[in-house]
């Protein structure tokens, strides 16, 4: 089986996914075929949209699903007729049932963007940079029927940088996790792959971001809302107002200010070459990079200037 590899039904949907699936397809392994989730209408023209792994198994030229469900009705039969020997699942968006982790004669292998038993769910990387995490990483792990619970075969460690956010840090564990991916597959492949039981008491949740969340509370710690920022630059970008208008935060830091303390949260309080300062809850936002609604985005600074944004102005009222 090491010589020949591994058949590999792919199952993935967002562009986390895209790296692995270009690594595999160029790999020892057979890419029988891909499942991803069926077009979805999206934007103001409610067009619909492929999904990056679509996008991508279209120009690799691998034969391509894309049913409502990949553990019932056509998805189950198209995967039954696959017959793989594993199925491999990053960022796919739906929880195998144990009749679809049946079919394929090796199991199920699943990437996850975060080093388990922390942040299970499906918003692993911005979670971990909203609590301020300094290293996260990648998980290869044997599927279960529960929510990224499965053993684990590797984990590959990586520094999250000071300013890193979402984008970049999305960017590089996209590349670790393709390696990853790859090395977890050969133990498979060479039946070495170990079981690595989860501490489930040590386990904690990522869910999706929900709306509320995306707006910034200027009553919470500057420390805490830079960790916001972050975890939602480029997209879909922390939001304030300004007189009504909505003003996306895409780069801001909690710079230690000299002097800096007071003030009415959500208060602007100083310009500077920078951009601007903002008064939370417990320290000041230097704000660095912002996007005005119908806009383009733009250093703070220039938005002071052509916007004339004054100290005293109060954001978020």
Not at 66 to 79: C, H, T, V
Request: proline content about 6%; hydrophobic content about 45%.
């Amino acid at each position: 089986m090491s010589e020949q590899g591994l058949c590999i039904a792919f199952l993935g949907t967002a562009e986390f996914a895209v790296p692995t699936l270009h690594l595999l397809a160029r790999g020892p392994h057979q890419v029988a075929a891909v499942f991803t989730r069926p077009d979805r209408a999206a934007g103001r023209g409610k067009r619909l949209r492929a999904s990056p792994v679509k996008l991508a198994a279209e120009k690799l030229g691998l034969p391509l699903f894309q049913p409502e469900r990949a553990s019932a009705d056509e998805g189950l039969e198209a995967l039954r007729k696959v017959s793989p020997d594993v199925v491999f699942v990053a960022a796919f968006g739906e929880i195998l049932t144990a009749e679809a982790l049946s079919v394929p004669r090796l199991g199920g292998v699943n990437l996850h963007a975060s080093l388990l038993p922390r942040y299970r769910g499906a918003a692993p990387i911005q979670r971990a940079l909203m609590a301020g995490e300094r290293e996260t990483g990648v998980t290869v792990q044997w599927m279960a029927t529960e929510l990224d619970a499965g053993d684990m075969v590797l984990q590959r460690r990586v520094a999250v940088g000071e300013e890193e956010d979402f984008g970049s840090l999305h960017e590089r564990l996209a590349v670790v996790g393709a390696e990853a991916a790859a090395e977890g597959l050969a133990l498979v492949a060479a039946g070495r792959a170990p079981r690595i039981p989860q501490a489930d008491g040590e386990a904690t949740y990522a869910p999706p971001i929900r709306r509320e969340e995306l707006i910034i509370d200027w009553e919470r710690p500057a420390a805490v809302l830079a960790g916001l920022v972050r975890a939602l630059s480029p997209r879909p970008g922390a939001r304030t107002t300004r007189g009504g208008q909505l003003l996306k935060v895409l780069a801001a830091a909690d710079a230690k200010k000299p002097g800096a303390g007071g003030g009415t949260a959500g208060a602007v309080m100083e310009l500077t070459s920078e951009g601007f300062w903002v008064s939370a809850g417990e320290g000041w936002l230097l704000v660095v990079r912002v996007q005005p609604a119908g806009r383009n985005v733009m250093a703070a600074a220039d938005y002071v200037r052509g916007y004339r944004l004054q100290p005293g102005e109060l954001l978020g009222a």
